[in-house]
């Protein structure tokens, strides 16, 4: 089960960070990830880690201001969002995948990931 926290209404510019507490799975086995889903469009990716925290991608649209980290000792995932923008209104998935890719950067698909969490709100106002 992934439960995802720390959504919420930021300005053009600001900072959020939202959380992933994972249960019931071995967390450090598992490939973890966010997704985002604006209204009216497809789930997009947005960042991936590897099983030790080791290895990271993104997406181009947050690259830089994004940063994907994750706590094995406490089976949680992280990603820190900055100088948000309008455009990455959506709601925020958090995900979780028990293959073993050669890299993350592979990563980038919803079927990739066989557990998601119910999502989290992230309203940026211009």
């Known amino acids: 089960q992934l439960v995802e926290s720390g959504g919420g209404l930021v300005q053009a510019g600001g900072s959020l960070r939202l959380s992933c507490a994972a249960s019931?799975?071995?967390?450090?086995?598992?490939?973890m990830g966010w997704f985002r889903q604006a209204p009216g469009k497809e789930r997009e990716f947005v960042a991936a880690?590897?099983?030790?925290?080791?290895?990271?991608y993104y997406a181009d649209s947050v690259k830089g201001r994004f940063t994907i980290s994750r706590d094995n000792a406490k089976n949680t995932v992280t990603l820190q969002m900055n100088s948000l923008k309008p455009e990455d209104t959506a709601v925020y998935y958090c995900?979780?995948?028990?293959?073993?890719?050669?890299?993350?950067?592979?990563?980038?698909?919803?079927?990739?990931?066989?557990?998601w969490g119910r999502g989290t709100q992230v309203t940026v106002s211009s």
């Open positions: 995900v979780a995948s028990g293959v073993f890719p050669r890299t993350v950067a592979t990563m980038t698909r919803p079927s990739d990931y066989e557990s």
């Open positions: 880690i590897s099983r030790s925290g080791g290895s990271t």
């Open positions: 019931g799975r071995t967390f450090s086995n598992s490939v």
